[in-house]
């Protein structure tokens, strides 16, 4: 059974349709990115599969044990994150939040799983440092390792490169590509960079109001929306 199943769902505000008839699954261990010009949809699609907005026509539905509150998320960046008067640590650890409903406290086992993502990440030496000191990777990787704390199947991650210079941007992809490959994570990526998605992803959804395409990356190399987006020379 699919993770996630979306069937004819239309998403907008207030009577305005923003994107419609949205038809496509991501299984357990897929790595989707989801593509598309600026104000295609893309954010508002993560906050419907994130149950942060709802549908105004067809039907999210959600399979193989995974829950809403179980999909772990890294927003877009804000000011206001990056600012965040935190240790690396308890941004981390905050991650547990949500997964397990609302608890006024930690447990052993939320410390735990903290201790293990940031050893994960390799970044177990920070733990103590504060949050708005660090480099915007750095950063991203604790916000990563916060998203990890909140799920077992799926990442969910809106824009994770902007503002990363381009090594600290590979470094980035290719950690999300082993969590992906060693820890079947599956992963939902809204990138503005259709070339590296097209590279590391095994699917992509490309939204314009409506679906341009969904299948697999091979697919969408050889499709006439992707060789049109990918530019001339990605007839392979
Ligand atoms: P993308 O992430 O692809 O750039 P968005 O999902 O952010 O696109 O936006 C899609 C469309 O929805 C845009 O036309 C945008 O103006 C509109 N929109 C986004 N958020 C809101 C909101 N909170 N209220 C009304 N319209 C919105």
């Not at 000011?79 to 608890?103: C, I, T, W, Y």
Request: hydrophobic share 40%.
């Amino acid at each position: 059974m699919a993770l996630i199943k979306c069937e004819n769902v239309s998403i907008g505000y207030e009577g305005q349709t923003v994107v419609k008839d949205l038809n496509f699954t991501i299984e357990h261990g897929d790595y989707l990115c989801i593509v598309g010009e600026n104000g295609s949809g893309k954010s508002t699609l993560v906050k419907s599969l994130l149950g942060l907005k709802s549908v105004e026509r067809g039907k999210i539905i959600y399979g193989d044990g995974l829950k809403q509150t179980q999909i772990g998320y890294l927003p877009q960046q804000t000011d206001v994150q990056k600012d965040f008067p935190a240790s690396v640590g308890e941004v981390v650890l905050s991650g547990r939040l949500n997964s397990r409903g609302m608890r006024p406290f930690y447990t052993g086992a939320d410390r735990k799983e903290a201790a293990e993502k940031m050893e994960m990440l390799g970044i177990q030496d920070l733990a103590k440092q504060c949050f708005r000191d660090l480099s915007g990777g750095q950063k991203q990787r604790v916000l990563l390792a916060r998203a990890l704390c909140a799920t077992k199947s799926m990442l969910l991650l809106d824009e994770p490169v902007t503002g990363l210079d381009p090594i600290v941007t590979a470094e980035f992809y290719q950690l999300i590509r082993r969590i992906n490959r060693e820890s079947k994570i599956a992963v939902v990526m809204v990138s503005h960079d259709i070339e590296s998605a097209v590279e590391d992803a095994s699917h992509i959804l490309h939204l314009q109001e409506s679906m341009l395409f969904f299948g697999t990356a091979e697919d969408y190399r050889r499709s006439s929306v992707g060789r049109k987006f990918l530019g001339g020379g990605a007839d392979v």
